[in-house]
């Protein structure tokens, strides 16, 4: 095996922070524009962050171009590292989130997309910092290293090695042979739905700074909001959060299916069966929340500000779906505390954050294809035992998988729900209980945000030790980048030259 390529690794660390930079303006122009005291902190960090990625590609400008799987792997996890190690620095010159540990812990939350915050008075924090937490939230969303492979080639260098580190999943959809011409049509997508739906939550009577903040974080399925009540300070207007209910949706499926409805062949969309089980997934889950809660849960307790407006019913049915959504695509978004919704909820809404949105969209979890190829693996399985001579395969989009593929995402979910179990006993050990253990563990791996007991809806992670906000921050991680990506890297093996 060839040694590393050292040099084109530390390149694309400092083209990756000169992005970042480059995003950190648009922070300095919000907080200039709104004179909230922090702008010379900001600039200050965009200029640090360029000057550190300029030293980087210079010092390594000679490089050979060559890029293999163990050099993407690398480049993907530090590159997220690098990313998040930087883009703290306005947190910290702004001193509006103090210490390093929680700097960093707000930051790999934001690119990681997961939306879990120390911050315990959000609405007293600077805009400008505002607007730049939710813009971490949006440069994660569709790949930090997405964007990088649009530019790679206009430096000589492939970059097929990192998207496939960067989205490890089954789905391998690709809308044009080049793959840097995919990263551009996805990114011209996830940028017109955020336009598109930051002009209609100003229509639905959202201030322009709010709804673009929310726009970013919806369509990256973070959940960061301006507020201290997320979207239920907007609950005596429900058409705000039925658009972001529909912009969720469209941030949970795969993006490749939105070009194609785009573009007029919804054929495409009808023989997809992940799309098909996504949304029978949600409209189930959003039957069964929707009639419990009207049935057994008081929405005038549980919500956390101005409970209905349209009705009972309507305000049962809306926060229903507004939660089923926000969860299974990752989104965290909260209207209301579904922890007082019944025991028999709490833990339905529990198992809900295993399951996640569909392969290629910005959302986390295990993804509805995985489930979807468990489930028929299983049936098979029964049918070899009763057929054992028969050829039974495990069919999706009516061809038959690959066993390859069929034992990497039997692996992948034994790991995830190995992570899962090690990362809850670690919460636990730094003597956290038992539901809020689970619930951290949950919620970090599956990069969702809120969770349960003291990491509920309504509280948030800045209680936890210093430890636990790291260990979460690990889990974060190895979440977002679907775990093979991270801990491929901690086997000794992947470091040995031959």
């Not at 947190?91 to 879990?116: V, W």
């Not at 260098?157 to 793959?179: C, H, N, W």
């Not at 419990?292 to 956390?304: G, H, R």
Request: charge should be positive; glycine fraction near 10%.
């Amino acid at each position: 095996m060839p040694r590393l390529n050292f040099k084109i690794i530390l390149y694309i660390m400092g083209l990756l922070l000169l992005c970042n930079g480059g995003f950190m303006l648009l922070s300095v122009i919000v907080s200039w524009y709104y004179n909230d005291g922090v702008t010379l902190e900001l600039f200050s960090s965009s200029l640090l962050t360029l000057i550190i990625g300029t030293l980087l590609m210079f010092t390594t400008r000679n490089h050979s171009k060559r890029i293999d799987k163990r050099e993407g792997y690398i480049i993907v996890t530090f590159g997220w590292i690098f990313m998040a190690l930087s883009g703290m620095i306005p947190y910290l010159l702004s001193e509006a989130i103090p210490g390093f540990t929680n700097a960093f812990f707000e930051t790999m939350s934001g690119y990681t997309t997961t939306g879990s915050t120390v911050l315990s008075d959000i609405e007293i924090v600077p805009k400008g910092v505002l607007f730049w937490r939710s813009l971490t939230h949006w440069i994660g969303g569709m790949g930090i290293i997405v964007l990088a492979i649009a530019i790679l080639p206009l430096l000589g260098i492939g970059g097929m090695q990192l998207f496939a580190a960067e989205a490890p999943g089954p789905s391998a959809d690709k809308l044009k042979p080049r793959i840097t011409d995919t990263a551009k049509r996805l990114w011209l997508i996830y940028v017109g739905f955020t336009f598109s739906e930051t002009v209609l939550l100003k229509v639905a009577g959202m201030g322009w700074f709010d709804a673009v903040n929310h726009s970013l974080s919806t369509l990256s399925t973070g959940g960061f909001s301006t507020k201290n009540a997320s979207l239920a300070y907007w609950n005596d207007t429900p058409i705000i959060q039925y658009i972001v209910i529909v912009f969720m949706f469209l941030a949970g499926m795969n993006f490749v299916m939105s070009y194609f409805a785009l573009k007029g062949k919804f054929s495409r969309l009808l023989q997809d069966d992940e799309l098909r089980w996504y949304f029978v997934f949600i409209t189930g889950f959003t039957i069964i929340a929707s009639v419990l809660v009207y049935l057994f849960a008081d929405v005038s307790i549980s919500s956390i500000a101005h409970p209905m407006v349209w009705g009972e019913a309507e305000s049962s049915f809306r926060h229903s779906l507004f939660q089923v959504l926000a969860i299974i695509t990752t989104t965290g978004f909260v209207t209301a505390d579904y922890t007082l919704w019944t025991p028999f909820l709490t833990i339905f809404f529990f198992g809900m954050f295993f399951l996640g949105g569909s392969a290629g969209s910005t959302s986390g979890g295990v993804k509805v294809v995985r489930h979807l190829i468990l489930i028929r693996n299983g049936i098979t399985e029964f049918k070899r035992t009763l057929h054992p001579n028969a050829i039974l395969p495990v069919r999706y989009r009516q061809k038959a998988i690959p066993k390859e593929i069929v034992f990497n995402i039997l692996g992948f979910f034994i790991l995830y729900m190995l992570a899962f179990i090690i990362g809850a006993i670690g919460l636990a050990a730094l003597g956290l209980d038992f539901e809020t253990a689970i619930g951290g563990a949950a919620t970090s791996i599956g990069n969702i945000g809120p969770a349960f007991g003291d990491l509920g809806p309504v509280n948030n992670f800045n209680g936890l030790p210093n430890f636990g906000k790291w260990w979460c921050s690990f889990l974060m991680l190895i979440g977002r980048l679907e775990l093979f990506t991270v801990l491929i890297i901690l086997t000794p093996f992947f470091w040995r030259n031959r």
